[in-house]
Nanobody, 124 residues
Framework: QVQLVESGGGLVQAGGSLRLSCAAS????????MAWFRQAPGKEREFVAG????????SNADAVKGRFTISRDNAKNMMYLQMNNVKSEDTAVYYC?????????????????WGPGTQVTVSS
Protein backbone atom coordinates (compact mmCIF):
# COMPACT_ATOMS: atom_id res chain seq x y z
CA GLN A 1 0.00 0.00 0.00
CA VAL A 2 1.29 3.45 -0.94
CA GLN A 3 -0.12 6.77 0.25
CA LEU A 4 0.70 9.96 -1.61
CA VAL A 5 0.38 13.62 -0.64
CA GLU A 6 1.22 16.55 -2.91
CA SER A 7 2.41 19.99 -1.84
CA GLY A 8 3.87 23.14 -3.35
CA GLY A 9 0.98 24.32 -5.47
CA GLY A 10 -0.15 27.93 -5.54
CA LEU A 11 -0.42 31.07 -7.62
CA VAL A 12 2.46 31.93 -9.96
CA GLN A 13 2.89 34.49 -12.73
CA ALA A 14 3.35 33.40 -16.30
CA GLY A 15 7.04 32.84 -16.98
CA GLY A 16 7.74 32.01 -13.35
CA SER A 17 8.69 28.78 -11.60
CA LEU A 18 7.13 26.43 -9.09
CA ARG A 19 8.25 23.17 -7.51
CA LEU A 20 5.74 20.51 -6.60
CA SER A 21 6.56 17.76 -4.11
CA CYS A 22 4.97 14.39 -3.52
CA ALA A 23 5.54 12.61 -0.21
CA ALA A 24 5.02 8.86 -0.31
CA SER A 25 4.53 6.40 2.51
CA UNK A 26 4.79 2.64 2.27
CA UNK A 27 7.61 0.11 2.10
CA UNK A 28 7.37 -0.50 -1.65
CA UNK A 29 7.63 3.09 -2.92
CA UNK A 30 11.06 2.63 -4.45
CA UNK A 31 9.90 -0.32 -6.58
CA UNK A 32 7.28 1.63 -8.52
CA UNK A 33 7.32 4.03 -11.42
CA MET A 34 5.57 7.30 -10.66
CA ALA A 35 4.09 10.20 -12.55
CA TRP A 36 2.48 13.60 -12.41
CA PHE A 37 -0.91 14.10 -14.00
CA ARG A 38 -3.00 17.26 -14.20
CA GLN A 39 -6.63 18.12 -14.72
CA ALA A 40 -7.87 21.51 -15.84
CA PRO A 41 -11.52 22.57 -15.39
CA GLY A 42 -13.75 20.86 -17.92
CA LYS A 43 -10.92 18.69 -19.25
CA GLU A 44 -9.81 15.12 -18.76
CA ARG A 45 -6.91 14.23 -16.49
CA GLU A 46 -3.71 14.05 -18.56
CA PHE A 47 -0.19 12.68 -18.19
CA VAL A 48 2.45 15.35 -17.54
CA ALA A 49 5.66 13.48 -16.69
CA GLY A 50 6.77 10.05 -15.52
CA UNK A 51 9.83 8.52 -13.88
CA UNK A 52 10.91 4.90 -13.54
CA UNK A 53 11.57 3.14 -10.23
CA UNK A 54 15.25 4.11 -10.03
CA UNK A 55 14.91 7.63 -11.37
CA UNK A 56 17.26 7.20 -14.32
CA UNK A 57 14.56 7.30 -16.98
CA UNK A 58 11.97 10.03 -17.41
CA SER A 59 9.30 10.94 -19.92
CA ASN A 60 7.53 14.25 -20.48
CA ALA A 61 4.37 15.14 -22.36
CA ASP A 62 5.01 17.30 -25.41
CA ALA A 63 3.22 20.24 -23.81
CA VAL A 64 5.82 20.50 -21.03
CA LYS A 65 9.04 19.35 -22.72
CA GLY A 66 11.90 21.71 -22.07
CA ARG A 67 10.01 23.39 -19.20
CA PHE A 68 9.18 20.73 -16.57
CA THR A 69 11.55 18.27 -14.91
CA ILE A 70 10.49 15.24 -12.88
CA SER A 71 12.78 13.69 -10.28
CA ARG A 72 12.64 11.42 -7.25
CA ASP A 73 14.61 10.68 -4.10
CA ASN A 74 13.92 7.12 -3.00
CA ALA A 75 15.91 7.56 0.21
CA LYS A 76 13.45 10.27 1.25
CA ASN A 77 10.35 8.73 -0.34
CA MET A 78 9.84 11.90 -2.35
CA MET A 79 9.05 12.85 -5.93
CA TYR A 80 9.26 16.33 -7.43
CA LEU A 81 8.11 18.35 -10.43
CA GLN A 82 10.15 21.43 -11.23
CA MET A 83 8.01 23.72 -13.35
CA ASN A 84 9.80 26.52 -15.21
CA ASN A 85 8.51 29.12 -17.66
CA VAL A 86 4.94 28.30 -16.72
CA LYS A 87 2.08 29.29 -18.99
CA SER A 88 -1.59 30.01 -18.38
CA GLU A 89 -2.45 26.65 -19.92
CA ASP A 90 -0.54 24.94 -17.11
CA THR A 91 -3.30 25.96 -14.70
CA ALA A 92 -4.76 22.75 -13.28
CA VAL A 93 -4.95 20.47 -10.29
CA TYR A 94 -1.75 18.41 -10.26
CA TYR A 95 -1.81 14.82 -9.04
CA CYS A 96 0.96 12.53 -7.94
CA UNK A 97 0.44 8.88 -8.94
CA UNK A 98 2.19 5.54 -8.54
CA UNK A 99 1.87 2.42 -10.66
CA UNK A 100 2.80 -1.07 -9.55
CA UNK A 101 5.08 -1.38 -12.59
CA UNK A 102 8.80 -0.45 -12.40
CA UNK A 103 8.80 1.23 -15.81
CA UNK A 104 7.03 4.36 -17.02
CA UNK A 105 3.50 4.10 -18.35
CA UNK A 106 1.39 7.02 -19.51
CA UNK A 107 -2.14 5.61 -19.38
CA UNK A 108 -4.15 6.89 -16.43
CA UNK A 109 -5.75 3.51 -15.72
CA UNK A 110 -2.33 1.94 -15.10
CA UNK A 111 -1.91 3.97 -11.93
CA UNK A 112 -3.14 2.41 -8.71
CA UNK A 113 -2.28 5.03 -6.12
CA TRP A 114 -3.19 8.71 -6.23
CA GLY A 115 -2.72 11.77 -4.08
CA PRO A 116 -5.54 14.25 -3.40
CA GLY A 117 -4.02 16.86 -5.75
CA THR A 118 -2.62 20.37 -5.44
CA GLN A 119 -3.90 23.43 -7.31
CA VAL A 120 -1.55 25.35 -9.60
CA THR A 121 -2.83 28.63 -10.98
CA VAL A 122 -0.83 30.64 -13.50
CA SER A 123 -1.75 34.29 -13.83
CA SER A 124 -1.06 36.27 -16.97
Amino acid sequence: QVQLVESGGGLVQAGGSLRLSCAASGPTFSRYAMAWFRQAPGKEREFVAGINWSGDTTSNADAVKGRFTISRDNAKNMMYLQMNNVKSEDTAVYYCAATTRPTIVTALYRYTYWGPGTQVTVSS
